[in-house]
């Protein structure tokens, strides 16, 4: 696990002191050290369609600016997604396919079978649900001493909504925090310190555990009993994917894509708007003075925070882009991170506004059809979050240096040390 | 002008007029309609900005085109009346123009 540690603590240089072509914004120190945000607006403002010859994940084109990203996402004809949507190629020896990774027909069919379990009605049916729990992780915190808000709060919150839409038992629930984290953090997939070993164990024992839990729920319809609304049971009630559990990279893939998407994109959007309000303590205010402004700061926290920093394309044939000659089988990255703060576009990108208008205008969704299918439950998530704790905490105070994420991928916080004060 | 009607999931009613040439959904943000969220700004690239035309206009409003199309599918709401309001430019034809919201933009 330690193997890049001294690669993580090495001094970064200062971007403006580097010859433009050698800069590599896959380099997860930029991450884990919270220095990305120079290395971006360099590379924005000279550079913004940005070609690397040669990098740990090979040459690859990183676009940077928010309207060729959007530009990019929104082609998915020229640009696929195919075979895969993080900057590094998934280790052959681990079959991976999932439908973030396909291209039409096959990607409308999969996302089809499994988007009703997150979609609004379906929501509103779990926010009292959602609000019940956030209140009793929140009601067991210590007050006056400080504790790690990671994996006491935005952990412990987002494994149990999974384990709500997956219907996964609920004393297993940490399991699938660990399975999602060890999924993306491949040294050759995304610059992460999970050893190969380590990280085949954990994903034969995520495929194991849900096969079961697949062959449970299928004995139990074929019992009679009533279809359950959760994840398992949607899949297996669709004519597309009801035999996926004999598909076994897909059915690895694509529960893998739903436990990494519902895990650490809110987890840490949770861990990121906590330590925005300690930045920013005038928008604090603000939002504790009125807090009909939580659900646009959700947005403007997603925004902010971004919590994937990137998705990847594949051209599928020669293209131009804003100047650029784009050949057919380059490698196209798309950082999210980078077009969320691009001036030319939003105002004070790096600043945290909580009434900022169109705050929902921003990427870290993704546009197009591979456009985030859980937005409005991590949304929801968020909103919950901090409606409850403006009723309870006068502050949460960061009373440490956050410990961050060594990834090119997963934007976000291994720890964060806090103390809070209640209101009462 | 060009008057239309965007009826909310709950019935409220919300009259509004917007020129010629402009899109459906800038007539509602324009006007502060609520239940279009058009999170892309109108780029047909996240279907948030979904409506449901009246059965009586489908014919004048027509189908929605191959983007939209797959913009639509995804939306749980979606029926064969759908469309996405960034993209149905408003004209004299379609002056009195009554569309439905649905309950959730997703």
Redesign the interface.
């Known amino acids: 696990m330690t193997s890049q540690s001294d690669r993580q603590k090495e001094t970064l240089p200062d971007p403006y002191e580097l010859p433009l072509e050698a800069i590599d914004l896959s380099d997860p120190a930029l991450y884990s050290q919270n220095r990305w945000q120079d290395y971006f607006k360099r590379v924005r403002d000279e550079d913004p369609v940005h070609y690397l010859p040669e990098s740990p994940f090979g040459p690859f084109w990183s676009v940077t600016r928010f309207e060729d990203i959007v530009a990019v996402d929104t082609n998915h004809e020229v640009f696929s997604s195919e075979p895969f949507i993080m900057i590094g190629d998934p280790d052959a020896d681990i079959p991976l396919e999932n439908f973030i990774s396909m291209d039409p027909p096959k990607h409308d069919e999969q996302r089809n079978a499994v988007q009703a379990v997150v979609a609004p009605r379906n929501l509103a049916s779990m926010e009292d649900l959602i609000r019940s729990r956030i209140s009793e992780i929140f009601d067991q915190l210590p007050t006056g001493e400080s504790f790690d808000w990671v994996s006491s709060v935005s952990k412990e919150l987002t494994s149990q909504m999974l384990a709500t839409i997956f219907d996964f038992p609920y004393e297993d629930r940490h399991k699938l925090v660990y399975w999602s984290d060890i999924a993306t953090s491949a040294p050759e997939l995304s610059g992460g310190n999970a050893c190969k070993e380590e990280r085949f164990a954990a994903l034969q024992d995520m495929v194991e555990t849900f096969a079961r839990l697949w062959h449970q729920k299928a004995a139990h319809r074929e019992k009679g009993g009533a279809p359950g609304f959760d994840m398992i049971s949607l899949l297996e009630a669709n004519e597309d994917t009801r035999d996926m559990i004999n598909r076994p990279a897909e059915f690895m893939g694509n529960l893998g894509l739903l436990i990494v998407g519902g895990n650490d994109t809110t987890r840490n959007s949770i861990s990121g708007s906590v330590l925005a309000m300690n930045e920013f303590p005038e928008e604090f205010a603000k939002l504790k003075a009125n807090p009909q402004l939580v659900p646009n700061m959700v947005s403007e926290i997603i925004r902010w925070q971004t919590p994937l920093a990137h998705m990847r394309r594949v051209a599928k044939c020669d293209y131009e882009l804003n100047g650029k000659q784009i050949r057919k089988g380059d490698k196209v990255v798309m950082w999210y991170i980078s077009g969320n703060r691009d001036e030319r576009i939003i105002e004070n990108p790096d600043q945290v506004i909580v009434d900022r208008q169109r705050a929902r205008q921003h990427l870290s969704f993704g546009l197009g059809i591979h456009r985030c299918m859980g937005n409005r439950l991590g949304e929801m998530q968020l909103r919950i979050t901090w409606e409850e704790i403006l009723k309870r905490f006068e502050s949460i105070d960061v009373v440490g240096k956050p410990v961050r994420v060594h990834s090119n991928f997963v934007h976000g916080y291994e720890s964060m040390m806090v103390k809070i004060k209640s209101k009462h | 002008m060009i008057e239309v009607k965007f009826i909310e999931h709950s019935g409220e009613v919300h009259e509004v007029t917007a020129e010629s040439g402009a899109s459906l959904m800038q007539a509602a943000l324009n006007n502060s309609v609520p239940g279009i ?5 109108g ?5 948030t900005c979904h409506v449901i035309v009246s059965p009586e206009w489908i014919d004048k409003v027509g189908s929605p085109n191959e ?1 939209e199309a ?2 639509l ?2 939306t ?2 979606g029926c064969e009346r759908s469309r996405l309001s960034c993209q149905l430019q408003l004209n004299d034809e379609l002056n009195g123009l009554v569309v439905e919201l649905p ?4």
């Open positions: 969220d058009a999170d892309c700004g780029g047909c690239a996240c279907g983007t797959i913009m599918q995804m749980p709401e309950e959730f933009q997703m």
